[in-house]
């Protein structure tokens, strides 16, 4: 069984990634310890709130980025825009740069938040969607969208009353936008393709 670190920075829905990562066949542990996220076998940034909480990963940044470069890790939501350098949320607050680009607010004339069910287009090959059906319907809840300056390692856009980037992936770092957590069945599945990587 592998075990998994879902990094508690005090932003949101630890536990739900936590008992999704349990039904997918994986070990959850909790955690803001440096040697924790060295011992696991792949790394969860989860995190429903504002870029501002990105601040309290900076006890782990040092390992947390020298780790992405050896196991499985994935962005959820937050955790997504955390890879990028900045965000237009709390422009004094540094991401961690693994990507370069930044999170822009939702625009056009659609509600912000975006909560609720949207389809996200594939627009390359990626592992965690393997056996995923392309435009299938996963669970949102978000104010800012990525907006990364390498077009390459966009893996899913989603239509909200523009295109917006809502899957990445470069080597053995994954990040998605929307919740797999909360995507029944489907998001179980690019948990489970997650945890086979």
Same mark, same amino acid.
């Given at each position: 069984? &592998? ?18 990562? &349990?039904?997918?066949? %994986? ?7 440096? %040697?924790? /996220? ?13 870029? @501002? ?46 990507? $370069? ?7 056009? &004339? /659609? ?31 978000? $104010? ?5 300056? @390498? ?9 909200? %009353?523009? @295109? ?10 994954? %990040? ?6 909360? $995507?029944? &069945? ?9 945890? @086979?990587?």
């Amino acid at each position: 069984m &592998k075990t998994v670190a879902i990094i508690d920075y005090d932003a949101g829905n630890v536990a739900s990634v936590a008992n999704a990562v &349990k039904k997918v066949g %994986g070990r959850a542990l909790i955690t803001r310890k440096a %040697g924790d /996220v060295e011992a696991v076998d792949a790394i969860i940034l989860p995190g429903v709130g504002s870029f @501002e909480l990105v601040k309290n990963l900076e006890p782990v940044k040092r390992v947390l980025l020298e780790q992405m470069k050896l196991k499985p890790f994935l962005g959820i939501c937050l955790g997504l825009q955390a890879l990028f350098d900045s965000s237009g949320e709390a422009k004094d607050v540094n991401g961690l740069g693994v990507f $370069s680009g930044s999170c822009r607010r939702l625009r056009g &004339k /659609v509600k912000i938040p975006q909560i609720g069910w949207n389809q996200v287009k594939f627009a390359r090959e990626c592992a965690l969607f393997e056996g995923v059906a392309d435009e299938s319907f996963f669970y949102f809840d978000h $104010s800012f969208a990525v907006v990364p300056k @390498e077009k390459k390692i966009v893996c899913g856009e989603t239509d909200y %009353g523009q @295109e917006i980037v809502s899957a990445v992936a470069r080597g053995s770092v994954f %990040g998605v936008q929307f919740h797999p957590e909360k $995507s029944g &069945k489907t998001g179980l599945k690019v948990l489970g393709n997650f945890l @086979e990587l």
